[in-house]
């Protein structure tokens, strides 16, 4: 007898039989004794309509505007967990809807991104006491305002993994439309293969490596919180990825975990800068709240990824402001990043990066490495090819048997 | 300088256009230093949706699940209210959201069709004091168990009427897609004309008589309140119908107002019945909610007219209980309607009926009066002609001049 938590995504609510799908994996947990509680997100596409109808009337300018943003958008996932109590209901499950705001799901002020400051678990520990599923809308918070907060996209994720860390869950299962975290994007490596286990901080790095399996907000409560989170299919009903504390007995584990790739990014060279115009560069990239990456600065050159989106604001506001520099910009690049505990500390790893791209005729343009991270730069057209590579000679290519 | 609730139905919430359309008529009642509250309904189209996608899951067949459906559909007023204040600012004039529970409207705890017991206007007075437009969502309440709640079809209109009563606003303008009440419905008598005014008493009657154009409840609490209501047209912009307390005046005016025409009810009539009997129908009727109409009751023989669509119902129910009786059902008549304050007492409304009758070569099957309306039922055949008959002998066909 535990307590857990299922997070059903948008795809998962995807209509009534999928619905009805994820209320009989409710229904299974519940069977093996456990006291249950579900997030749940919109289904597919209900949050994008609304965003559309809400541009029709604003582009979103002040705080005042997310915030009726938010109310709108937040809708979605009211719907949701409205039809998931019914289906429960249909399959002999009592069951309620919970809205963010009737938990309540405390968060700060700043609307359509908003962070969690509390939640009040009480409600739901009353209606496990009374053996009734509460189904609880993801995304949504509400702040010291009583106005509707959101999360951010992904932002059920979150909610599910602080509802399980309020709650002292012995585990928080988060269902999507793949069945857990792959060695490398299956769309790219047809060899990738499924990771059994990963821990919160390589998931942290695979996630914001654009892995968007989870958000990865939600990883770091899990983190914190010590929550086991399991990634699985709604769909397949395969056993998914764990994503654990650490390796038991495997503390020492310095393997490459998974790699991933990054094409929507461009490499700003500046040559002909000076320390003045170095602090004037990163003062546009704070103004207009810019995230740069492998970053490198030597005598009179700056050099940073920036995503392509922001490529165009950044530049106009640079030759508004600095003069007498030398700007190149490299667009068919790719940010190849292999992810592992400890990778760092391994010299094979690294031994391995330079005999491959021997091997396969790549050009590392960059390189750049944390503790759990190593990024290369390598031409757009030599990535692909590159990235097989590395996949097979870290050995993760799947094993068919 | 005064105070006024405008109220916007679905179809002036129809589309971008529309909303925007809504909002100018906003900024004009501003522009003449009123302070303005706004009640919307959900686009047309969006209620009809979500309870088909509710019925996927559910027959709605307790509170409970009523409780999830009114979470489930309140969500279209949310949305509308999000979208009015975009327009609203979009063109310049600040505003707000508020759904029933952040007013808050209390409601009793009866689901899907609950009554208002209590409104808190004083967070809509703290917004006429900062001059912040307050945008609130029709339809929706919350009851003692911090439950969604909806007030049944139309209620949106009874929301605006409320709110206007617990401000003790000056007017309360219901935009709809007809610029008024008319004298009959235009679709079968072309002639019918736009009532100008027409008494709280009226207008209950015309309303309950099949005048879709607002919610019954809605006038009762504007009448109880003595809310001054006007229905208008949001596209037409022309002066629409004043629903008052009484003609300034003219305190004897006892003419026929208007003339509703009701199809969708047949005749019942059960022969040889005893009181026993009698008392067994009305517990059916009690028991299925069945609300009947020009009931006569003579020696042996019990008639009323019944909507179509209990008519099933009711005879199956009406089989396993009672035997030995005959029953009668008529299903080709048409029930017409003639109201007026106070036409019973005026003996030419009568007197005209039936020379009307003679005149148009139409029988009249049965009769029914109270104080301000008489019912007439005749066949089906007959109905259009005789309507179109009535309407001009009592002077309401409109003057083209």
């Known amino acids: 007898m535990g307590k857990v938590v299922l997070k059903f995504g948008g795809t998962s609510m995807g209509s009534v039989e999928r619905i009805l799908n994820a209320a009989q994996i409710v229904k299974e947990e519940i069977a093996q004794n456990n006291d249950v509680a579900v997030v749940v997100s919109a289904m597919s596409g209900t949050t994008d309509s609304l965003i559309n109808l809400v541009k029709s009337f604003s582009n979103l300018n002040s705080q005042h505007e997310l915030a009726e943003y938010d109310s709108i958008i937040a809708t979605g996932e009211t719907i949701s967990a409205g039809l998931m109590v019914l289906a429960l209901e249909s399959i002999g499950i009592k069951a309620t809807s919970l809205q963010g705001w009737q938990l309540p799901i405390k968060t700060n002020a700043v609307h359509s991104k908003a962070f969690i400051s509390d939640i009040n678990p009480s409600v739901i520990s009353t209606l496990f006491q009374n053996k009734i599923v509460p189904v609880i809308t993801g995304f949504q918070g509400i702040n010291d305002n009583n106005r509707i907060t959101t999360l951010g996209r992904g932002g059920s994720d979150t909610t599910a993994v602080a509802i399980a860390a309020s709650l002292s869950a012995d585990k928080c299962d988060i269902y999507t439309d793949v069945d857990g975290v792959y060695t490398a994007d299956p769309r790219i490596i047809p060899l990738a293969s499924k990771i059994e286990k990963l821990t919160y901080d390589e998931m942290i790095e695979m996630a914001s490596l654009g892995s968007k399996v989870l958000q990865v907000r939600s990883v770091t409560i899990a983190k914190e919180y010590n929550v086991g989170l399991n990634v699985l299919s709604s769909f397949s009903r395969k056993s998914g990825t764990s994503i654990i504390k650490n390796y038991d007995g495997d503390m020492e584990n310095n393997n490459v975990r998974g790699i991933s790739l990054v094409s929507n990014e461009a490499r700003v060279s500046i040559n002909n800068i000076d320390p003045e115009n170095t602090q004037k560069v990163y003062e546009i990239l704070q103004d207009k709240s810019i995230t740069i990456d492998i970053v490198q600065i030597s005598e009179n050159l700056l050099e940073f990824n920036i995503p392509n ?41 690294m031994n391995t990066i330079f005999s491959e791209a021997l091997k396969c005729n790549t050009k590392i343009l960059k390189l750049a490495s944390s503790e759990m991270k190593i990024s290369i730069i390598v031409k757009a057209e030599e990535a692909e090819q590159f990235v097989r590579c590395l996949h097979s000679a870290y050995g993760l290519d799947v094993t068919i048997s």
């Open 309 to 349: 989106t922001e490529l165009d604001i950044f530049l106009d506001s640079l030759n508004k402001t600095v003069n007498n520099i030398e700007i190149n910009v490299q667009k068919a690049i790719v940010k190849i990043s292999l992810v592992g505990m400890a990778i760092k500390s391994n010299p094979a790893v």
